[in-house]
């Protein structure tokens, strides 16, 4: 079994920005299991299936093969053998991968993915239910928060500093939506693990929240 940390909280807290540092520094391989939700979100929009058709999601998840491999340490993700890395980070994927990862037989699929990654490897895992149901017996679990305008604007700091259109408003109520859902599912709800250390880094540097989670790993 290999050093499990896993670190959960909702999107934009900078859950992804943090576990890479932490990787660096102690030496764990980041595993970004967003990406892997966002990869068979692609399968499901290449067929054009209606995000709230459960059944149809659930069927098309049958013919889709996620996997996952590492060019220069970065993690790249394979659909059905195409490396589709370039295509997660949009809206209609975030989206989709929003409302496809509250189908049972989409998380089913990646569990086994997931779990097997941390058995074999000294890992920090990213995401929403990895401190309660992925690895119930990681050796360190972080709840990492902010609050909705604390990550509203960071999201709207990062879409201008690329030159990109954007309201942050508009940006606040996404994020809302995208927590009510994620915290309101049925299956896998993100929430912190009784044993699960919360970290709210409103009023934190990058460096200060890595060295407070640093600080709780070997
Ligand atoms: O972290 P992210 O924005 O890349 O994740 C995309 C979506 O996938 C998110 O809305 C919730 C879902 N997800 C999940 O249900 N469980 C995980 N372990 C990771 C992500």
Do not use: W
Request: with cysteine; net charge negative.
């Amino acid at each position: 079994m290999g050093y499990n940390v896993a670190i959960d909280g909702p999107a934009g807290a900078g859950k992804s920005t943090i576990a890479k540092l932490v990787a660096k520094e102690k030496g764990y391989i980041y595993v970004d299991t967003g990406a892997m939700y966002r990869a068979l979100a692609i399968h499901f929009l290449k067929k054009g299936i209606d995000a709230d058709d459960r059944e149809a999601v659930a069927e098309a998840s049958r013919d889709a093969e996620v996997t996952i491999g590492y060019e220069d340490g970065v993690q790249q993700m394979y659909l059905n053998g195409e490396n589709v890395t370039h295509m997660l980070r949009t809206e209609d994927v975030g989206n989709m991968a929003s409302k496809s990862s509250a189908i049972p037989a989409v998380r089913e699929k990646l569990l086994e993915l997931q779990r097997s990654l941390a058995a074999e490897k000294d890992v920090i895992m990213d995401g929403r239910d990895i401190g309660t149901n992925i690895l119930p017996n990681a050796d360190v679990k972080i709840y990492l928060t902010a609050s909705v305008e604390t990550r509203a604007k960071r999201r709207y700091d990062e879409l201008k500093a690329k030159g990109e259109d954007c309201d942050l408003e508009a940006i606040a109520h996404d994020i809302a939506e995208r927590d009510e859902r994620d915290m309101t599912r049925e299956i896998a709800p993100l929430k912190q693990a009784e044993d699960a250390i919360l970290v709210d880094s409103s009023d934190m540097t990058i460096p200060e929240v890595v060295a407070e989670i640093c600080s709780h790993c070997s």
